[in-house]
Protein backbone atom coordinates (compact mmCIF):
# COMPACT_ATOMS: atom_id res chain seq x y z
CA UNK A 1 0.00 0.00 0.00
CA UNK A 2 1.11 3.38 -0.99
CA UNK A 3 2.83 5.36 1.97
CA UNK A 4 3.67 9.09 2.87
CA UNK A 5 7.30 9.12 3.90
CA UNK A 6 9.03 11.80 5.88
CA UNK A 7 12.59 12.59 6.61
CA UNK A 8 14.46 12.73 8.77
CA UNK A 9 12.81 10.96 11.49
CA UNK A 10 14.31 12.76 14.34
CA UNK A 11 15.93 16.56 13.00
CA UNK A 12 17.85 18.11 16.34
CA UNK A 13 18.67 22.15 15.59
CA UNK A 14 20.05 24.74 17.82
CA UNK A 15 18.17 27.93 18.20
CA UNK A 16 17.53 30.32 15.50
CA UNK A 17 18.67 28.14 12.46
CA UNK A 18 16.80 27.12 9.76
CA UNK A 19 15.47 24.08 9.40
CA UNK A 20 13.51 22.03 6.74
CA UNK A 21 11.09 19.17 7.32
CA UNK A 22 10.50 16.53 3.73
CA UNK A 23 8.02 14.84 2.72
CA UNK A 24 7.39 12.65 0.17
CA UNK A 25 3.37 11.80 -0.31
CA UNK A 26 1.55 9.37 -2.21
CA UNK A 27 2.44 9.66 -5.47
CA UNK A 28 -1.37 10.58 -7.06
CA UNK A 29 -2.40 12.70 -4.63
CA UNK A 30 -2.89 16.13 -5.04
CA UNK A 31 -3.40 17.81 -1.70
CA UNK A 32 -0.95 18.16 0.94
CA UNK A 33 -0.54 19.14 4.58
CA UNK A 34 1.54 19.58 7.33
CA UNK A 35 0.47 19.31 10.96
CA UNK A 36 2.41 19.33 14.36
CA UNK A 37 2.13 18.16 17.90
CA UNK A 38 3.81 19.12 20.96
CA UNK A 39 4.63 16.89 23.23
CA UNK A 40 1.48 16.41 25.70
CA UNK A 41 -1.14 18.71 23.06
CA UNK A 42 -3.50 17.61 20.36
CA UNK A 43 -2.19 17.46 16.98
CA UNK A 44 -2.75 20.55 15.26
CA UNK A 45 -3.11 21.82 11.47
CA UNK A 46 -0.99 23.96 10.37
CA UNK A 47 -1.13 24.20 6.58
CA UNK A 48 -2.73 22.83 3.21
CA UNK A 49 -1.61 23.47 -0.28
CA UNK A 50 -3.07 22.44 -3.58
CA UNK A 51 -1.83 23.10 -6.83
CA UNK A 52 1.18 25.10 -5.64
CA UNK A 53 -0.32 27.36 -3.71
CA UNK A 54 -1.65 26.90 -0.27
CA UNK A 55 -5.15 26.62 0.46
CA UNK A 56 -6.00 27.15 3.92
CA UNK A 57 -3.32 27.55 6.80
CA UNK A 58 -3.74 27.82 11.08
CA UNK A 59 -2.74 30.81 12.93
CA UNK A 60 0.43 29.30 14.17
CA UNK A 61 1.68 29.30 10.61
CA UNK A 62 2.70 32.66 10.66
CA UNK A 63 5.85 34.61 8.67
CA UNK A 64 8.62 31.93 10.09
CA UNK A 65 6.94 29.05 7.85
CA UNK A 66 6.90 28.47 4.39
CA UNK A 67 6.12 24.92 1.90
CA UNK A 68 7.01 24.32 -1.49
CA UNK A 69 6.62 21.68 -3.63
CA UNK A 70 10.09 21.91 -5.34
CA UNK A 71 9.47 18.77 -7.67
CA UNK A 72 6.88 16.50 -8.61
CA UNK A 73 7.26 14.38 -5.81
CA UNK A 74 8.32 16.04 -2.70
CA UNK A 75 6.62 18.76 0.05
CA UNK A 76 8.55 20.55 2.40
CA UNK A 77 7.95 22.80 5.36
CA UNK A 78 10.75 25.26 6.03
CA UNK A 79 11.20 27.26 9.73
CA UNK A 80 13.72 29.76 8.53
CA UNK A 81 14.75 30.70 12.18
CA UNK A 82 13.38 27.99 14.53
CA UNK A 83 12.16 28.83 18.95
CA UNK A 84 12.41 26.52 21.57
CA UNK A 85 8.07 25.47 21.15
CA UNK A 86 8.94 24.85 18.14
CA UNK A 87 9.82 21.39 19.46
CA UNK A 88 7.13 18.99 17.66
CA UNK A 89 6.68 15.77 16.10
CA UNK A 90 5.68 17.19 12.86
CA UNK A 91 3.41 15.03 10.40
CA UNK A 92 2.68 15.70 6.47
CA UNK A 93 -0.32 14.22 5.20
CA UNK A 94 -1.80 13.94 1.70
CA UNK A 95 -4.97 13.25 0.13
CA UNK A 96 -6.53 12.06 -3.56
CA UNK A 97 -8.65 15.09 -3.81
CA UNK A 98 -10.17 17.81 -1.01
CA UNK A 99 -13.65 16.26 -1.14
CA UNK A 100 -14.92 14.94 1.84
CA UNK A 101 -14.80 11.05 0.62
CA UNK A 102 -11.09 11.52 0.74
CA UNK A 103 -9.19 10.65 3.62
CA UNK A 104 -6.01 12.23 4.37
CA UNK A 105 -3.26 9.43 5.01
CA UNK A 106 0.03 10.36 7.09
CA UNK A 107 3.29 9.98 7.18
CA UNK A 108 5.11 8.62 10.43
CA UNK A 109 6.29 12.48 11.27
CA UNK A 110 9.92 13.89 11.95
CA UNK A 111 10.83 14.89 15.78
CA UNK A 112 12.32 18.17 15.85
CA UNK A 113 13.89 19.36 18.69
CA UNK A 114 15.50 22.31 19.31
CA UNK A 115 18.34 23.41 21.77
CA UNK B 1 -15.96 26.99 15.57
CA UNK B 2 -15.59 23.36 15.46
CA UNK B 3 -13.47 21.70 18.70
CA UNK B 4 -13.62 17.75 20.13
CA UNK B 5 -12.64 16.67 23.13
CA UNK B 6 -11.58 13.04 24.31
CA UNK B 7 -12.54 12.56 28.05
CA UNK B 8 -10.12 9.83 28.71
CA UNK B 9 -6.60 10.37 28.37
CA UNK B 10 -5.51 6.83 29.40
CA UNK B 11 -7.92 3.47 29.53
CA UNK B 12 -6.41 0.46 30.95
CA UNK B 13 -8.62 -2.72 30.07
CA UNK B 14 -7.70 -6.27 30.36
CA UNK B 15 -7.22 -8.29 26.62
CA UNK B 16 -10.60 -9.74 25.42
CA UNK B 17 -12.49 -7.27 27.64
CA UNK B 18 -14.69 -4.53 25.84
CA UNK B 19 -13.87 -1.26 25.84
CA UNK B 20 -14.92 2.61 24.43
CA UNK B 21 -13.25 5.38 24.01
CA UNK B 22 -15.08 8.43 24.11
CA UNK B 23 -15.13 11.23 21.93
CA UNK B 24 -17.64 14.31 22.02
CA UNK B 25 -17.39 17.62 19.24
CA UNK B 26 -18.90 20.92 18.94
CA UNK B 27 -19.42 22.48 15.44
CA UNK B 28 -22.37 24.51 14.47
CA UNK B 29 -22.60 22.82 10.83
CA UNK B 30 -22.24 19.31 9.33
CA UNK B 31 -19.33 17.47 10.43
CA UNK B 32 -17.49 14.86 9.25
CA UNK B 33 -15.49 12.42 11.92
CA UNK B 34 -12.78 10.27 12.39
CA UNK B 35 -10.75 7.78 14.38
CA UNK B 36 -6.73 7.33 13.61
CA UNK B 37 -4.60 4.95 15.80
CA UNK B 38 -1.55 5.63 16.22
CA UNK B 39 0.88 2.59 17.51
CA UNK B 40 4.45 3.38 18.75
CA UNK B 41 6.92 4.96 16.90
CA UNK B 42 4.40 4.97 13.49
CA UNK B 43 2.36 7.80 12.00
CA UNK B 44 -1.50 8.57 12.38
CA UNK B 45 -3.39 5.46 10.46
CA UNK B 46 -7.25 6.02 9.67
CA UNK B 47 -9.42 3.68 10.96
CA UNK B 48 -12.98 4.66 10.03
CA UNK B 49 -14.96 7.68 9.40
CA UNK B 50 -18.22 8.92 9.53
CA UNK B 51 -19.36 10.65 5.96
CA UNK B 52 -23.21 10.51 6.03
CA UNK B 53 -25.67 7.68 6.23
CA UNK B 54 -25.80 5.01 8.30
CA UNK B 55 -24.52 5.87 11.97
CA UNK B 56 -22.91 2.74 12.74
CA UNK B 57 -19.96 2.26 11.09
CA UNK B 58 -17.28 -0.42 11.12
CA UNK B 59 -13.47 -1.17 10.40
CA UNK B 60 -11.66 -4.31 9.45
CA UNK B 61 -10.52 -5.15 12.67
CA UNK B 62 -13.77 -4.84 14.92
CA UNK B 63 -13.54 -1.56 16.19
CA UNK B 64 -16.77 0.12 15.41
CA UNK B 65 -18.28 3.67 16.33
CA UNK B 66 -21.82 5.13 16.26
CA UNK B 67 -22.87 9.10 15.22
CA UNK B 68 -25.02 10.57 17.88
CA UNK B 69 -26.40 13.65 16.20
CA UNK B 70 -28.31 14.38 19.56
CA UNK B 71 -25.10 14.19 21.65
CA UNK B 72 -22.71 15.39 19.67
CA UNK B 73 -20.62 12.20 20.11
CA UNK B 74 -18.98 9.66 18.15
CA UNK B 75 -17.62 7.42 20.67
CA UNK B 76 -15.70 3.89 19.56
CA UNK B 77 -15.95 0.73 20.62
CA UNK B 78 -14.44 -3.11 20.36
CA UNK B 79 -16.47 -6.20 22.01
CA UNK B 80 -13.03 -7.67 22.62
CA UNK B 81 -9.72 -6.26 22.58
CA UNK B 82 -6.04 -7.78 21.94
CA UNK B 83 -2.81 -6.85 23.14
CA UNK B 84 -2.16 -5.15 19.67
CA UNK B 85 -4.49 -2.91 20.10
CA UNK B 86 -2.76 -1.05 22.38
CA UNK B 87 -1.95 2.32 20.93
CA UNK B 88 -3.37 6.08 20.91
CA UNK B 89 -6.41 6.85 19.75
CA UNK B 90 -7.57 10.31 18.09
CA UNK B 91 -11.00 11.28 17.18
CA UNK B 92 -10.92 14.34 14.73
CA UNK B 93 -13.48 16.37 12.47
CA UNK B 94 -13.41 17.93 9.26
CA UNK B 95 -16.67 19.88 7.61
CA UNK B 96 -17.69 21.26 4.21
CA UNK B 97 -16.60 24.49 5.17
CA UNK B 98 -12.58 23.23 6.01
CA UNK B 99 -11.02 19.77 4.97
CA UNK B 100 -8.89 20.50 7.55
CA UNK B 101 -8.81 17.93 10.31
CA UNK B 102 -9.36 19.06 14.12
CA UNK B 103 -8.11 16.31 16.73
CA UNK B 104 -8.71 15.70 20.08
CA UNK B 105 -6.64 15.25 22.38
CA UNK B 106 -5.96 11.05 22.36
CA UNK B 107 -6.70 8.16 24.37
CA UNK B 108 -4.29 6.10 25.17
CA UNK B 109 -5.39 2.06 25.08
CA UNK B 110 -3.57 0.06 26.93
CA UNK B 111 -4.61 -3.83 27.27
CA UNK B 112 -2.79 -5.62 29.70
CA UNK B 113 -2.82 -9.86 29.60
Known amino acids: EPEVTQTPSHQVTQMGQEVILRCVPI?????FYWYRQILGQKVEFLVS????????KSEIFDDQFSVERPDGSNFTLKIRSTKLEDSAMYFC?????????????FGDGTRLSIL | AQSVTQLDSQVPVFEEAPVELRCNYS??????LFWYVQYPNQGLQLLLK??????LVESINGFEAEFNKSQTSFHLRKPSVHISDTAEYFC???????????FGSGTRLLVRP
Open chain 1, 93 to 105: ASSLDRGRYQPQH
Open chain 1, 27 to 31: SNHLY
Open chain 1, 49 to 56: FYNNEISE
Open chain 2, 27 to 32: SSVSVY
Open chain 2, 50 to 55: YLSGST
Open chain 2, 92 to 102: AVSSDSSYKLI
